[in-house]
């Protein structure tokens, strides 16, 4: 099966799931074509999907084109002492400010996306204010084993997200922590100085490629983009 979601009329394909049996017969190209024929039947013409190295020479024999990349950063579980962050928390009541802040760095609004994630139970949103407004924000998406990925790192400036970023990681030392950052952005940078890493396994699939087909625009483009 493939998941899909959408923000506005552009289509994102994500969790693409062949059953191990099944695998390297030729039913990923079976399940990508009468994906995208069902999805066109019902008019999508703006696509995004981001891929390994594996998958990326069917997507770009279906005339996707290459854009930004990104790589997974991990840093395992440290000791010491962690800092107290419900200053820094954020909940469903944020929802606007929240939502505010995506759409000036994704570029779209996403009211239902964001609402949906601060009324979840797992995901965690910690932000950072300049007096009254809200500077900077960022989710901690819960993974296998108490671990957590960043995710929806938005700001104003880079300055106000890397002292976000660096309280909540260090407020989180004893976790296991990922995040898939823009390839040689400043949070990538930010986040190796962290003591972050590229784990292993990813080195020989990775970086991430983001492929788009039709007419997307310059949604999730902007150069405020720190991870996927």
Same mark, same amino acid.
């Given at each position: 099966?493939?998941?899909?979601?959408?923000?506005?009329?552009?289509?994102?394909?994500? %969790?693409?799931?062949?059953?191990?049996?099944?695998?390297?017969?030729?039913?990923?190209?079976?399940?990508? $074509?009468?994906? %995208?024929?069902?999805?066109?039947?019902?008019?999508?013409?703006?696509?995004?999907?981001?891929?390994?190295?594996? $998958?990326?020479?069917?997507?770009?024999?279906?005339?996707?084109?290459?854009?930004?990349?990104?790589?997974?950063?991990?840093?395992?579980?440290?000791?010491?002492?962690?800092?107290?962050?419900?200053?820094?928390?954020?909940?469903?009541?944020?929802?606007?400010?929240?939502?505010?802040?995506?759409?000036?760095?994704?570029?779209?609004?996403?009211?239902?996306?964001?609402?949906?994630?601060?009324?979840?139970?797992?995901?965690?949103?910690?932000?950072?204010?300049?007096?009254?407004?809200?500077?900077?924000?960022?989710?901690?998406?819960?993974?296998?084993?108490?671990?957590?990925?960043?995710?929806?790192?938005?700001?104003?400036?880079?300055?106000?997200?890397?002292?976000?970023?660096?309280?909540?990681?260090?407020?989180?030392?004893?976790?296991?922590?990922?995040?898939?950052?823009?390839?040689?952005?400043?949070?990538?940078?930010?986040?190796?100085?962290?003591?972050?890493?590229?784990?292993?396994?990813?080195?020989?699939?990775?970086?991430?490629?983001?492929?788009?087909?039709?007419?997307?625009?310059?949604?999730?483009?902007?150069?405020?983009?720190?991870?996927?």
């Amino acid at each position: 099966f493939c998941a899909t979601n959408s923000f506005g009329e552009i289509l994102y394909l994500h %969790m693409m799931i062949v059953a191990p049996e099944f695998r390297k017969l030729g039913v990923t190209r079976q399940l990508y $074509s009468r994906t %995208m024929q069902e999805l066109k039947r019902k008019g999508v013409r703006s696509f995004v999907v981001h891929t390994t190295n594996d $998958s990326s020479p069917l997507i770009r024999f279906l005339g996707f084109r290459p854009g930004q990349t990104f790589t997974l950063l991990r840093r395992e579980p440290l000791t010491g002492t962690m800092e107290t962050l419900d200053n820094l928390a954020l909940g469903p009541e944020h929802q606007r400010e929240v939502a505010a802040l995506d759409t000036l760095v994704f570029g779209m609004d996403r009211p239902s996306w964001i609402g949906g994630l601060l009324r979840q139970q797992g995901p965690r949103f910690f932000g950072l204010r300049l007096g009254a407004e809200l500077a900077a924000s960022l989710c901690l998406r819960p993974r296998r084993g108490e671990a957590f990925c960043l995710d929806l790192a938005n700001a104003r400036t880079f300055s106000d997200l890397a002292e976000l970023v660096t309280r909540v990681v260090r407020g989180h030392a004893a976790h296991r922590l990922e995040c898939f950052v823009r390839t040689e952005s400043e949070l990538h940078a930010l986040l190796q100085r962290e003591g972050f890493s590229v784990p292993d396994f990813f080195k020989a699939i990775g970086p991430l490629v983001e492929w788009r087909r039709g007419p997307v625009g310059d949604v999730g483009t902007s150069s405020q983009i720190q991870c996927l």
